[in-house]
């Protein structure tokens, strides 16, 4: 199994990405600690799993890095892989869209990140293949009406995570980001719930499909694999050839 003995943690758990990948990164033996805001079917959604712990909390608490770091050596003794996958969107177009609204995005998307991997990385250190995962967006290149801030927080990721590589590269841990195209997540099930709006995303991507959440779990997999020993700084698209053309 490709992430054996293994301890993980992955925010945005209740659903979606999060979800898959953390029964995927189980799966291969890993142990993750599962992570989402309350009320939102956290226990529920690993259910019956005994390699998944949960833990309920805010990303953007003050004390939430430390506590979610904490929970994940506490209970697993070690701490090899941080996925930071929890997101928000708030489309509004500039001149409608709130300052709350902005710093709500930056706040979740990417803040959230940064402070989860400086708490992280004390402990990533000691692990043999330390490992940092982002979820960023095909929006960090690109954009559509409305998405002035998610645009702004994904770019971001990206910048950030590439630093991230370099500054941490001599301890051995690699930072790699992944950027999803148009996927069937809670976040955009208002959209894709619309058959009209799904079948022009649809074809706009080379394979003429929306993605699923598993085609992301699999690219973090592979990120936190072994099989990823010698990438680092890296941004994976997947994303069904969506943007190869505009």
Not at 14 to 22: D, K, P, T, V
Not at 158 to 172: I, Q
Not at 173 to 191: D, L, Q, S, V, W
């Amino acid at each position: 199994m490709r992430l054996e003995g293994r301890a993980a943690i992955v925010t945005g758990a209740a659903s979606g990405i999060g979800r898959a990948s953390a029964q995927l990164f189980t799966s291969e033996g890993a142990r993750v600690l599962a992570v989402d805001l309350p009320d939102t079917g956290l226990g529920n959604a690993h259910a019956g799993s005994t390699c998944v712990s949960v833990f309920e909390t805010d990303i953007t608490d003050a004390d939430a890095p430390g506590r979610i770091v904490g929970a994940a050596v506490e209970a697993f003794g070690r701490l090899d892989i941080l996925f930071n996958n929890a997101g928000v969107s708030r489309r509004a177009l500039v001149g409608e869209q709130t300052e709350e609204e902005w710093n709500l995005t930056l706040s979740v998307n990417l803040t959230a990140q940064f402070r989860l991997a400086t708490a992280a990385v004390p402990h990533l250190k000691d692990s043999p293949a330390g490992r940092i995962i982002n979820t960023a967006s095909v929006m960090a290149r690109m954009t559509d009406y409305g998405l002035a801030a998610y645009s702004a927080s994904k770019a971001g990721v990206a910048g950030m995570t590439r630093a991230l590589a370099l500054d941490l590269g001599k301890f051995g841990i690699t930072a790699n980001y992944i950027e999803p195209g148009a996927i069937r997540t809670g976040m955009t099930k208002a959209a894709f719930d619309d058959d009209e709006i799904a079948e022009i995303w649809a074809k706009k991507a080379a394979l003429k499909r929306l993605g699923e959440p598993a085609d992301i779990a699999r690219a973090a997999l592979f990120l936190a694999s072994d099989d990823a020993d010698f990438v680092s700084g890296h941004g994976l698209t997947v994303d069904g050839g969506l943007t190869l053309r505009t």
